[in-house]
T-cell receptor, first 112, second 113 residues
Framework: GNSVTQMEGPVTLSEEAFLTINCTYTATGYPSLFWYVQYPGEGLQLLLKATKADDKGSNKGFEATYRKETTSFHLEKGSVQVSDSAVYFC???????????FGTGTKLQVIP | GAGVSQSPSNKVTEKGKDVELRCDPISGHTALYWYRQSLGQGLEFLIYFQGNSAPDKSGLPSDRFSAERTGGSVSTLTIQRTQQEDSAVYLCASNPRLGDEQFFGPGTRLTVL
């Protein structure tokens, strides 16, 4: 079956540091890949997505590239801000199957 | 515009009682999803609806869990004879058609004492 593995948190960084949150997946076919973000006290919201190999999703300074050869979709940001403190979830949806499979989430804390 | 809404936001109940959780999807969204988020766990898929029908109920953890959707809109997730392990945040999401981004509600935090 489908599965998503992401690095465990919490991750604590200083403001303006470089961020990488690793995500690897197992799926049948050619999945679509997502990063969702959950800010404190808020619901999940889509941060970025990629639907085919070598696609790069980007939003709010965050980027992730769909790497089929390594089955990875690592999230990166060059310079984090305190406002980026949240829980980040990697997820996939495979083919016509509508269930989205999520990773366990990585909590990011950015300190001034 | 209005997003996905869920009620109640918090529910505390005693073991063995039944609970109903409600989800109001974004108007016009035909697909609706229920997930469960337990402490230290990822999001666990429970069930999804396309219109009023549920093609995939594979994630329901036991026969104590059921869900329905009426009028292609509001959905209710019912948990009968609640157990302490049912304590979690129950999230609802919707999207306008299959395959699009899912829009999540704020969740219902269920605590079973």
């Amino acid at each position: 079956g489908n599965s998503v593995t992401q690095m465990e948190g919490p991750v604590t960084l200083s403001e303006e540091a470089f961020l990488t949150i690793n995500c690897t997946y197992t799926a049948t076919g050619y999945p679509s890949l997502f990063w969702y973000v959950q800010y404190p006290g808020e619901g999940l919201q889509l941060l970025l997505k990629a639907t085919k190999a070598d696609d790069k999703g980007s939003n709010k300074g965050f980027e992730a590239t769909y790497r089929k050869e390594t089955t990875s979709f690592h999230l990166e940001k060059g310079s984090v801000q305190v406002s980026d403190s949240a829980v980040y979830f990697c997820a996939l949806r495979s083919g016509g199957y509508q269930k989205v499979t999520f990773g366990t989430g990585t909590k990011l804390q950015v300190i001034p | 515009g209005a997003g996905v809404s869920q009620s109640p936001s918090n529910k505390v109940t005693e073991k063995g009682k039944d609970v109903e959780l409600r989800c109001d999807p974004i108007s016009g969204h035909t697909a609706l999803y229920w997930y469960r988020q337990s402490l230290g766990q990822g999001l666990e898929f429970l069930i999804y609806f396309q219109g009023n029908s549920a093609p995939d109920k594979s994630g329901l953890p036991s026969d104590r869990f059921s869900a329905e959707r009426t009028g292609g809109s509001v959905s209710t997730l019912t948990i009968q004879r609640t157990q302490q392990e049912d304590s979690a945040v129950y999230l609802c999401a919707s999207n306008p058609r299959l395959g699009d981004e899912q829009f999540f509600g704020p969740g219902t935090r269920l605590t079973v004492l």
